[in-house]
């Protein structure tokens, strides 16, 4: 039973470009959490979906971020126009259930850098 | 205040000794916590969950949990240089988790 599969592990992008990061949840998962951690900090909510529906998006920044999670494929974070501040990595988890009644399982990440 | 507040650490403890990891969280409606590992530059990776007043062990780990004071901790029994990570305390907030930024344990042979 695979885990949670991110891809890619490693994003190089220059100021201005788009960057779109990729999730596949466990087997069985239809909620998907998106989190980002800047060096030394902890992670942030950024993202809460559940097939198709965007169910919490509290922590996403106002413009340049958006996410989806379609009834096939990934679910996709997509930040336009990049800038330095981006860089971070961005974990993705998923469960079974929403996080009040399930634990989360973290994906390996993707590690942005803007340069 | 910080939704979630943790000693950042680092707390150094010696081989075979017991690391205590504190936690207080601010949402008096969140019903569920979680301690996660994360150790430098991987993901993290659940340690424990705890839903009820009182103690849970699971192995060299018991997760402590005290509603009324908004208070979680986890202590590591028999602490090894393999523990030594970073701890992040989770508890939810309306079906979703806030992370602390974490205690970084090192724990010396």
């Known amino acids: 039973n695979a885990g949670v599969m991110q891809n890619p592990r490693h994003l190089v992008r220059r100021r201005g470009q788009e960057a779109r990061l990729r999730c596949s949840p466990m087997?069985?998962?239809?909620?998907v959490y998106w989190y980002r951690q800047l060096p030394e900090e902890g992670l942030k909510f950024m993202v809460y979906?559940?097939?198709?529906?965007?169910?919490?998006e509290s922590g996403m920044p106002k413009e340049r971020f958006s996410a989806e999670f379609p009834k096939e494929g990934p679910s996709i974070l997509r930040i336009q126009q990049v800038v330095r501040g981006d860089s971070a990595a961005y974990f993705c988890a998923s469960s079974d259930r929403p996080a009040n009644n399930s634990p989360l399982h973290f994906g390996n990440g993707t590690r942005l850098t803007v340069t | 205040q910080k939704e979630v507040e943790q000693n950042s650490g680092p707390l150094s403890v010696p081989e075979g000794a017991i690391a205590s990891l504190n936690c207080t969280y601010s949402?008096?409606?969140?019903?569920?916590f979680f301690w996660y590992r994360q150790y430098s530059g991987k993901s993290p990776e659940l340690i424990m969950s705890?839903?009820?007043?009182g103690d849970k062990e699971d192995g060299r780990f018991t997760a402590q949990l005290n509603k009324a004071s908004q208070y979680v901790s986890l202590l590591i029994r028999d602490s090894q240089p393999s523990d030594s990570a970073t701890y992040l305390c989770?508890?939810?907030?309306?079906?979703?988790?806030?992370f602390g930024t974490g205690t970084r344990l090192l724990v010396s042979p």
């Open positions: 949402d008096r409606g969140s019903q569920s």
């Open positions: 979906l559940q097939k198709e529906n965007i169910i919490d």
């Open positions: 087997k069985g998962h239809s909620h």
């Open positions: 989770a508890p939810d907030a309306f079906q979703k988790l806030v």
């Open positions: 705890i839903y009820s007043n």
